[in-house]
């Protein structure tokens, strides 16, 4: 079987192996412009259960081989703050990767087993000819897919904009800090959100979030990078945590996700976020990931090809179904995160704000995860 990959990030390497451990014989071939991924798509992720029991499937040895030297810090805690009030609460045991790290790890796995990168950016005009010179043409290159763009109508596809804007930075603390953070603190421009996740022990993966009203508002558009870091330091800096970003090489996005309808037409599958794209508080889309590229895998080692993409589409729709709902109600939750603020009573505001709850304004109810 003649197997091409579009996209050498995370979903397509992870479906390269899987396939090829399955089915020695196929010959398959991952496009990728050179760095992109390393460097294009965010700066980390999280490893837990989901995750590391999916990578094991491929490497039983995957955090020993990922970590060859040592593993970053446990989580186990988290750190909650809502304005000034802070929590400590459990955390999903895991570990915080690096995107490069992670992608060198399964670059390494991939090539090992026989499957080539080419070192080419694929064209909207090159998709056509993949899916004709090839047995099966996968579709891992991520939110902006050229080959889901290609063939958007027989996918359904269709991507849904939000209100929400982010970037991604690195703080760098005082002192040893393994603790996930999740902070949202209200600003005089709306409620500005951090995430952070333990990469050494004291450097961190982070995420700041805010609503494009509140990002209008402060003029972070219309600042330069330096001045929109110190106001971030300024509106979240504690002198029992210090706060000290450092904006990454990334810029500020609108958040969007992608959803389709169906997973495969005639020859063309897709895995990863082409298919469907999650916000990363929810933490679904590694794992969502690596196990459209399993399902595949199982499913084409097992049923000849046009039958073993019907049971693919049936088996990973089936298994996203949950995860896509509840993303979609996060997203709905966090465009009126402003408002939830206002409306709710200060004792109450972690708990809201973990739990994700409904609260009525004065002219709707704000939808959300409860």
């Not at 992670?102 to 090992?112: D, E, N, P, S």
């Not at 080419?120 to 043409?137: A, C």
């Amino acid at each position: 079987m003649r197997v091409a990959i579009v996209g050498g990030g995370p979903a397509g390497l992870y479906s390269a192996i899987a396939i090829k451990q399955r089915l020695p014989s196929s010959h398959i071939k991952i496009y990728e412009a050179r760095n992109e991924s390393a460097n294009e798509f965010g700066l980390g992720y999280t490893l837990q259960t989901l995750t590391i029991d999916l990578l094991n499937r491929i490497d039983p040895s995957a955090l020993d081989n990922m970590f060859s030297t040592k593993r970053p810090p446990l989580m186990q805690q988290s750190s909650v703050r809502v304005n000034d009030r802070f929590e400590t609460r459990a955390f999903e045991p895991g570990y915080t990767v690096s995107r490069y790290q992670l992608i060198q790890y399964l670059r390494t796995k991939a090539l090992g087993l026989g499957v080539k990168v080419i070192h080419k950016k694929i064209e909207i005009k090159d998709v056509s000819r993949l899916k004709r010179m090839n047995n099966l043409l996968i579709s891992a290159d991520g939110v902006k897919s050229l080959v889901r763009m290609r063939y958007k109508d027989a996918f359904s596809a269709k991507f849904h904009p939000t209100k929400m804007m982010f970037s991604w930075f690195l703080n760098e603390s005082p002192f040893d800090q393994h603790q996930p953070r999740f902070w949202a603190v209200s600003s005089d421009y709306g409620v500005i959100q951090m995430f952070s996740y333990p990469l050494l022990d004291c450097r961190q993966i982070v995420i700041v979030e805010m609503t494009k009203d509140c990002y209008q508002k402060a003029g972070f558009g219309d600042k330069t990078t330096e001045e929109v870091t110190a106001f971030l330091n300024k509106c979240l800096n504690v002198s029992a945590d210090p706060i000290s970003l450092a904006q990454g090489p990334l810029p500020w996005v609108s958040f969007g996700i992608n959803t389709v309808e169906k997973l495969y037409r005639g020859n063309v599958a897709l895995v990863g976020e082409s298919a469907f794209s999650f916000h990363y508080s929810y933490g679904g889309g590694l794992s969502t990931a690596f196990m459209m590229g399993y399902i595949l895998a199982e499913c084409l080692s097992a049923l000849p090809l046009n039958e073993a993409l019907i049971k693919y589409n049936a088996g990973a729709s089936l298994s996203l179904a949950d995860p896509v709902r509840k993303s979609r109600e996060l997203i709905l939750w966090l465009e009126g995160i402003d408002e939830h603020f206002k409306c709710t009573p200060t004792k109450e505001l972690v708990d809201h704000y973990l739990l994700r709850q409904n609260y009525r304004t004065s002219s709707k109810v704000l939808s959300g995860d409860s």
